[in-house]
């Protein structure tokens, strides 16, 4: 029973309130899952987690290198170049504790892209080893990440 349904009928998180809402005819349920489609979730919940971390880093090291009159397009391209700015700068456009800073974050973003590149291995593993998951992918607007979320695949 989701959560959200419970808390209408609880008075002081008793039993009987529980009880009485397993018993509403028009309650509906939550399958339980297996421990391996929690294991499946949490690899796209810690995947969630680091693209947030890496998208935080990479608005990082923009907006300091922005307020030193360097900036670059948004995209891919956009983060190498600042990423190549860093590493080549040791000091020349920046002062020394700016210039002391932005490596870490540029090695942190590093960090962060190879892990989820490495649990984005597993799931496209995960997908090709499943018909489910892969007759999903076949319709329009639904990826290898968005069907292998699908609860039952």
């Known amino acids: 029973m989701p959560a959200k349904d419970v808390k209408a009928y609880v008075k002081r998180a008793d039993a009987e309130a529980i009880c009485e809402a397993v018993r509403c005819p028009t309650m509906r349920f939550v399958r339980i899952k297996s ?10 919940r810690a995947r969630d987690l680091l693209m947030r971390q890496c998208t935080q880093l990479i608005n990082a090291l923009r907006a300091h ?10 995209g ?9 700015i860093v590493a080549q700068d040791e000091g020349s456009r920046l002062p020394v504790d700016a210039y002391a800073s932005l490596p870490v974050l540029a090695a942190q973003l590093q960090v962060v892209q190879t892990m989820i590149g490495s649990l984005e291995k597993r ?3 995960q997908h090709r080893s499943n018909e489910a998951s892969k007759r999903l992918e ?3 607007g639904i990826g290898i990440i968005g069907a292998t979320t699908i609860p039952g695949c």
Request: hydrophobic content about 55%; charged content about 15%.
């Open 123 to 125: 799931i496209v593993a």
């Open 65 to 74: 290198l922005t307020e030193f009159g360097i900036a670059a397009a948004q």
């Open 76 to 84: 891919r391209e956009g983060i190498k170049e600042l990423l190549a």
């Open 138 to 140: 076949t319709i329009l």
């Open 35 to 44: 421990a391996e489609q929690q294991g499946q979730l949490m690899l796209h």
